[in-house]
């Protein structure tokens, strides 16, 4: 069974740009949690998805964003780059929004480098 | 909300028992106890998860006390390996409310 998948694995943009990010959970799985870890550092929550909709935000500015489609993948978008955004961001899947005991099942990350 | 506090880094040899502590004062009643391994550049990767007492797998060992207050991972005889950060993850709230809240992490150093 395919595990969490996580496009591109590397990105590299200027300051300014957008970057766009896709994750696809494990087969049934229908949350998604994208998460950012800056160099050295742990893990900061960004969003929750769950059956399509936005059920949690982490302390980020709105030109972080993303969503859910009908097939449970997802895509974060970052818009207006900064340098400080350079980071791995993770994908997570879990069951759903009523049995998610807190096992997350996470993808190799997207490294995104901003110049 | 709840903060989780762990080490910030731990040094151990090779066959040694590693004993790693987090506290999470203010626990919610339905909230699990989940600890992830963590390797440069890739995701974490689950280890193990409990409410209360103890669970043991094929890896690790997760003791938590009556109070729930606090847990400790148990790593038995660990190796070169295991090198890599260790998280503790307390869920918080239900629902719509959830907010997972990751500890910063120990960086757990195995040496020959």
């Known amino acids: 069974e395919a595990g969490v998948t996580q496009s591109p694995t590397h990105l590299i943009k200027t300051r300014g740009q957008q970057a766009t990010l896709r994750c696809s959970p494990i087969s049934g799985h229908t949350s998604v949690y994208w998460y950012q870890q800056a160099l050295g550092l742990g893990l900061q929550f960004l969003l929750w998805?769950?059956?399509?909709?936005?059920?949690n935000r982490g302390n980020f500015p709105p030109r972080f964003s993303g969503r859910q489609f009908p097939n449970y993948s997802s895509e974060l978008n970052v818009n207006a780059l900064e340098l400080e955004d350079s980071a791995l961001y993770l994908c997570?899947?879990?069951?759903?929004?009523?049995?998610?005991?807190?096992?997350?099942?996470f993808g190799e990350g997207s490294r995104l480098t901003v110049l | 909300l709840a903060k989780t506090t762990q080490p910030i880094s731990m040094d151990s040899y090779e066959g040694q028992e590693v004993n790693i502590t987090c506290s999470h004062n203010n626990i919610a009643t339905n909230d699990y106890i989940t600890w992830y391994q963590q390797f440069p550049s890739q995701g974490p990767r689950f280890i193990i998860q409990g409410y209360k007492t103890k669970v043991t797998n094929e890896v690790a060992s997760l003791f938590i006390p009556a109070d729930r207050k606090s847990s400790t991972l148990s790593l038995p005889r660990v190796s070169l390996s295991d090198t890599a950060v260790y998280y503790c993850l307390v869920g918080l709230g239900a629902g719509n409310n959830r907010k997972l809240i990751w500890g910063l992490g120990t960086s757990l150093a195995v040496n020959p």
């Open positions: 997570a899947s879990s069951t759903g929004a009523d049995s998610d005991t807190g096992e997350l099942f």
């Open positions: 998805y769950d059956e399509g909709e936005e059920r």
